[in-house]
């Protein structure tokens, strides 16, 4: 069926033979006298084309937008919540108890071999007042390896000591969120005094910018020493020591997170006194882990929302073809009149497939470009990363090959087979 398909012809009275190239130059001919029945049929094709790269294109860029928020945090990062509070019987969201300690943390540090580096944090909402501006904002009370192990430092002035931690010095740094809303555009703020609950705090240093989590903006936050958020603030110590509501164990790396698990399960264990059955009264978050959900929900979304839109190419095939058998009931005649002054089957089987062809081709394109203008659009809009896959794109562009052709061979057939004869004879 498919023999000279490259090489169609049929034979005029001058015996010419007519190439591949004006086969397709007549097909455009003919299509672009039927402009409007053209641009209909490949409107699916484009809607499915651009579908496919478009919503591969955000998956994509949306997944990779989190991970490297995730990754920001550190993906070598174990965090330790403490357990929910109970008021009656209503159980309260996870770190609302007090049943982790900044003692924990320190024993978690010399005696779990994984943990290369192990931080304790307090935090809060809370009033910040600088003259007449406002806001509430979070507050975190930390010790000195907090910027380490959230790989987070100040790109003003600094981060405060081990004299100032020990001492509960009233410092604190100011995330670029709370600095813009509470001083504006003022350029050196190193040395300013705001109030956070009435008590006056200096500040000393401007966190990097990190940006937002989802609905959490990670750079509104501010920064002041455990001891100081502890004494001042909270106001609410354990009875064997300071009271936090996590811990953050960095390991060497992934690999070593695992063995960080294990360890800092049984130690708290036996810190706290758990023993089977009784359920643990904190606990364990892998970012890992997370990143892996994920991509793993972000990913099935994607080809689950993809399949749907090959839906809408399997309906710009179905269109194409309607469209072709429509064409070769209404040249009839014309199909005639060519058999009759010499056109081969083959001729006219190439001439209808190449109609169909250059529908889903320019279709094709147009969809192409569609898709890679609304997945920019989005990325620009909503602020993740522009990721575009040539995987998708090439298999969009096939894909529409191959609707055209298989959406062509019905039509072109029937037209290759018509009797000439009957043809000439039909209105």
């Known amino acids: 069926m498919f023999k000279g398909f490259f090489k169609g012809f049929y034979k005029a009275k001058n015996t010419r033979t007519v190439s591949f190239l004006e086969i397709l130059s007549m097909a455009a001919e003919t299509l ?198 502890s004494k001042r603030l909270v106001g609410n110590n354990a009875l064997t020591g300071v009271s936090v509501n996590g811990i953050l164990v960095k390991g060497a790396n992934q690999q070593q997170l695992e063995s960080a698990q294990f360890q800092v399960t049984n130690l708290l264990r036996l810190r706290h006194n758990i023993y089977p059955p009784q359920a643990d009264d904190f606990r364990l978050t892998n970012q890992a882990d997370i990143v892996s959900t994920f991509t793993n929900v972000v990913g099935l979304f994607t080809i689950m929302v993809v399949a749907i839109a090959g839906i809408s190419l399997v309906v710009g095939g179905i269109g194409i073809a309607n469209i072709m058998l429509v064409s070769v009931v209404e040249r009839t005649r014309e199909i005639g009149i060519r058999k009759a002054v010499g056109a081969t089957n083959s ?23 569609s898709g890679i203008l609304i997945a920019f659009a989005a990325a620009t809009i909503f602020k993740f990363p522009f990721v575009i896959s040539f995987l998708s794109i090439i298999a969009g562009f096939g894909l529409s090959l191959t609707v055209g052709l298989l959406a062509g061979v019905i039509p072109a057939r029937n037209a290759a087979k018509l009797d000439p004869i009957a043809a000439l004879r039909s209105d």
């Open 347 to 369: 001729a006219i089987l190439n001439q209808f497939l190449a109609e169909a062809i250059v529908i889903s081709t320019f279709g094709g394109g147009i969809g192409m470009a």
């Open 32 to 229: 672009w006298s039927n402009k409007l029945r053209t641009g209909l049929t490949m409107l699916g094709v484009i809607i499915g084309i651009s579908s496919v790269i478009a919503i591969t294109s955000v998956g994509q860029g949306v997944q990779k937008g989190v991970e490297q928020q995730i990754q920001a945090l550190g993906t070598d990062v174990l965090q330790v919540l403490a357990g929910a509070a109970r008021n009656g019987n209503v159980r309260q969201g996870v770190g609302s108890s007090s049943t982790l300690t900044w003692e924990d943390a320190k024993a978690i540090a010399t005696q779990a071999p994984s943990a290369q580096m192990v931080s304790a944090y307090l935090q809060r909402t809370a009033q910040v007042v600088y003259g007449g501006q406002n806001t509430s904002t979070t507050i975190y009370g930390t010790d000195l390896n907090y910027p380490e192990v959230r790989n987070t430092h100040p790109q003003q002035g600094r981060y405060f000591t081990q004299e100032e931690l020990d001492t509960a010095s009233q410092v604190a740094i100011l995330g670029p969120t709370v600095q813009n809303t509470l001083f504006g555009q003022s350029g050196n703020v190193l040395g300013e005094k705001i109030r956070i609950q009435g008590e006056a705090y200096e500040v000393i240093g401007i966190m990097e910018s990190k940006g937002s989590q989802g609905p959490m903006d990670r750079d509104d936050q501010i920064f002041i020493p455990l001891t100081s958020m």
